[in-house]
């Protein structure tokens, strides 16, 4: 008996030292590298060089491997670029609901505010040609287009590049050169 239960034995170490072997593979295998590859991006998000390199720090101290952290942006990505969407969506509203009230640029003066705001895009963001200047048609399509402080600069430079109207009055006498050229 004594040279069966120690050809047990000799069995049992073989099989505990492959296991052990095994798990030690999979753990590497499983854990994190080194220093992780850079990461795809999924299909219409664009990952922030700072965002990436945090999250490189936690997923290290996290033990995640490079195809679990990868599978994480996957997850994450796409939720966290429809988050700014809508906030960025949520900010532009509110200030466009600002301009609408605004006392200068606002309320009944609101049509007027923005035909002076196109009439500036319109005399100043054309190219010799006659097109909009690609960079003035991007800037007047982001969000930053509905801010009140835009609109109020725009619509102040518009009144002030608009004809003059001539005061209306009576004169109450002649006018003489010396009135004219002091």
Known sequence: MIEISAVANEDEKSEDAEGEEAAKQDATENAAPENYAD?????????????????????????????????????????MAAQQVEFIKRVSGQWL??????????????????????????????MPDGNYDADVAEL?????????????????VGAAISEDTPPKGKVSGAITPQDIYG
């Open 97 to 126: 609901e600002q301009a609408k009230k605004d006392p200068e640029i606002g309320g009944s003066n609101y049509d007027s505010s923005i035909q002076r705001a196109i009439k500036v895009r319109d005399r100043f963001g054309r």
């Open 140 to 156: 007047f399509s982001l969000p930053v287009g509905s801010h009140p402080g835009f609109i109020k600069l725009l619509a102040r």
């Open 39 to 79: 990461f795809k991006a999924p299909e219409g998000v664009e990952l922030n060089g700072a965002v990436v390199d945090s999250f490189k720090g936690v997923a290290k101290k996290l033990n995640l491997s490079q195809e679990k952290a990868q599978a994480m942006i996957d997850e994450i990505a796409p939720v």
